[in-house]
């Protein structure tokens, strides 16, 4: 592996340049803001103030979630998924204020009533279309609360966020229909509709046309289905030029198989062998109908993939030592990252409930062997007395561990306490790289 020395870490390359542009965007929107001067009075001024930024902030949301590959590799999908709540959650209250200021504003100026100014609005296209859009940002915002979130299906909060494309579609009439904004200058104009084609060009890129390109390139098959345990089993998929699929160590991928599930139905699962040019291996544990049936794949059937993706790559190597630790079937990236790693000081944690749930165990076990590693086999919960997670207990199992790097993949209640854990023991977070399960 190559360990950077002395160079800017990838991650931190990414932020920075990811949010110099939101900055220099919010710059610019400013500068026209008061080059386009007043509105009607003070309060409809300040509604278009808020209403110029609502516009950035969605636009910024898109390319959050275009998965965009140079940001992907080196921020991580889990990162700018959390940041993409975020700033919707930003954008809900910059949509809703901007919406009530515009009411207000034209009540003081007719001298009518909230309630009669929102109904004369309604009557008007451009003001019709940003109350559509509106709509639709607070009711993805409600369903995206974490309380109701948790209680929802991922289908059905998927397909209602969908929505969002709706209301970006009404936000992107309205504010051309709207003479303060697109027509307010020429340079007005033209930086409008260049953000706005960069932003939806970046997501068809990353989300429709990249993924559609890469799987009519490579036509991916299963050639084999492997049962590892009862309830764990290993998918193998081949295809054409697999040598130029862009795949690393650690990464996951989107995975869909037609006629196996349904066509929308998909999973992420991580690459659970480092990437050899001649096929990838997904090992998945069954924890729902999708991945249950997956051992039912015939040989043969057309896979759908989307990726690779993740930053959780030897990409953000910084020292010669490795710490490795996973969770349950949280080895799987891990186990892909030992083949990459040479000869060497590498350190395995695995934790498992019991013995019977170490996935991938006697594979794990031959490549720390190969390359003169520690395995360390953690069994227990820790409600039950384990403290293996606890800083003592890393320190005692890794002495060391300030000067690894730490890779860190699982549940996410144990991938929180490994990471306060190791803020406890001031492991540098430049060495700390941490993958979170999920999409959403």
């Not at 909060?157 to 200058?185: I, R």
């Not at 062997?369 to 069994?379: C, E, I, P, S, W």
Request: aromatic share 10%; hydrophobic share 50%.
């Amino acid at each position: 592996m190559r360990v950077r020395r002395r160079t800017v870490p990838p991650v931190v390359a990414a932020r920075w340049a990811l949010w110099t542009f939101v900055v220099g965007n919010l710059a610019i929107v400013e500068a026209l803001f008061l080059d386009a001067g007043t509105g009607k009075n003070g309060v409809l001024t300040v509604a278009k103030f808020f209403g110029l930024h609502a516009a950035v902030l969605m636009l910024f949301q898109l390319l959050l979630v275009a998965r965009l590959p140079w940001l992907d590799r080196r921020i991580g999908m889990d990162r700018l998924t959390v940041w993409h709540r975020w700033v919707g959650f930003a954008l809900l209250w910059t949509v809703l204020t901007h919406a009530v200021l515009v009411v207000l504003g034209f009540s003081r100026l007719d001298d009518a009533s909230m309630t009669k100014t929102f109904f004369a609005l309604a009557g008007v296209p451009a003001s019709l279309l940003g109350m559509g859009a509106a709509a639709i940002v607070v009711v993805i915002g409600a369903v995206s609360a974490r309380y109701v979130r948790q209680r929802l299906r991922y289908e059905t909060w998927h397909g209602l966020h969908l929505l969002l494309y709706l209301a970006l579609g009404l936000a992107f009439v309205h504010q051309l229909q709207e003479t303060t904004t697109f027509s307010s200058s020429t340079p007005a104009k033209i930086y409008w509709w260049a953000l706005w084609l960069f932003a939806f060009g970046a997501l068809v890129a990353g989300r429709i046309v990249l993924p559609a390109w890469r799987n009519a390139y490579h036509r991916f098959h299963v050639t084999a289905v492997v049962p590892e345990s009862d309830d764990v089993v290993s998918v193998h998929v081949t295809g054409r030029h697999l040598d130029r699929f862009p795949a690393r160590a650690g990464q996951f991928c989107i995975w869909r198989f037609p006629g196996h599930h349904h066509w929308w139905a998909a999973n992420p699962f991580s690459l659970s062998a480092a990437p050899d040019g001649r096929s990838l291996r997904l090992t998945a544990k069954a924890v729902g109908s999708a991945s249950a049936g997956l051992r039912h794949i015939p040989i043969g059937s057309r896979a759908y993939v989307e990726g690779p993706y993740g930053a959780f790559t030897s990409l953000h190597r910084t020292r010669p030592g490795a710490l490795l630790i996973a969770g349950g079937v949280g080895i799987t990236p891990v186990r892909a990252l030992l083949e990459e790693e040479p000869a060497g000081d590498v350190v395995v944690l695995y934790r498992v409930r019991d013995e019977h749930d170490a996935v991938l165990a006697d594979e794990v076990r031959a490549l720390v062997a190969d390359r003169g590693g520690q395995l360390h086999l953690l069994t227990g919960r820790t409600r039950e007395g384990n403290q293996s997670f606890a800083p003592d207990g890393l320190r005692a199992l890794v002495p060391d561990i300030a000067e690894r790097d730490v890779y860190v993949c699982g549940p996410p209640a144990m991938t929180s306490a490994v990471l306060g854990a190791l803020r406890g023991l001031k492991v540098p977070h430049r060495q700390v790289h941490a993958e979170r399960f999920g999409l959403a």
